[in-house]
């Protein structure tokens, strides 16, 4: 559990705090500089360059370091992706990051607890973890979508938005869905995907 907590509000606290940063052209390079340097943190304990128990139990599966350099670590580079590349004037990165986070860290907590019934073509995942990925996963876009419009960043266009944040949400828990964890890491798919379908939907 400590370890989904970790994955759902690390990644929507640091989307959120984008509003307190300057306006200036370098502005979205210093708040990529705590992801960064957690980047950095990871490779080191991943590659047991540093000892840190704690980090490894909170963050990873089986504690086993390695597990820092796959999912964790991609989860902090597509923060500092979607920092630099998108920050607080595309919709794209907001709503990769709520995805992400949002939507599959509580698709992944839901599922467990009452994932019983399985999804045909992937039995690791459950109707209750992919149908909680959507729901969540386009609650959070559109809340940080609307967050941000407060700040005259965005514009949330109503209907407009809400229709192409819902299929956006579809298809990044259609991903989701597919038996590829095993190849493609969820948190590397997943923003991916979303990427993708806003790109299409918004242009920018």
């Keep these: 559990m400590s370890r989904k907590l970790v994955h759902i509000l690390s990644g929507l606290l640091f989307l959120a705090s984008w509003p307190i940063f300057s306006t200036s052209t370098g502005a979205r390079y210093f708040a990529s500089l705590v992801p960064s340097l957690n980047c950095l943190r990871l490779v080191m304990h991943g590659l047991s360059l540093v000892p840190d128990d704690g980090l490894i139990k909170s963050v990873t599966r089986r504690g086993n370091p390695e597990e820092l350099l ?22 794209i990165g907001m709503i990769s990051l709520a995805m992400m ?66 299929l956006i949400s579809l298809v990044a828990t259609l991903v989701e869905s597919l038996p590829i964890t095993e190849t493609v890491d969820d948190n590397i798919s997943v923003p991916l995907a979303s990427m993708m379908a806003a790109f299409l939907l918004f242009g920018y």
């Design 70 to 91: 796959r999912g964790p670590l991609f989860y902090v580079l597509v923060l500092i992706i979607c920092a630099i590349v998108f920050w607080r004037e595309s919709p």
């Design 101 to 166: 986070c949002g939507g599959d860290g509580l698709a992944d907590i839901i599922g467990r607890r009452f994932g019983a019934l399985k999804i045909p073509y992937n039995q690791q995942k459950s109707w209750a973890g992919s149908i909680s990925m959507f729901l969540f996963g386009f609650l959070v876009s559109i809340s940080m979508l609307y967050y941000f419009s407060a700040f005259g960043y965005i514009e949330f266009e109503g209907v407009w938005t809400v229709k192409r944040v819902a």
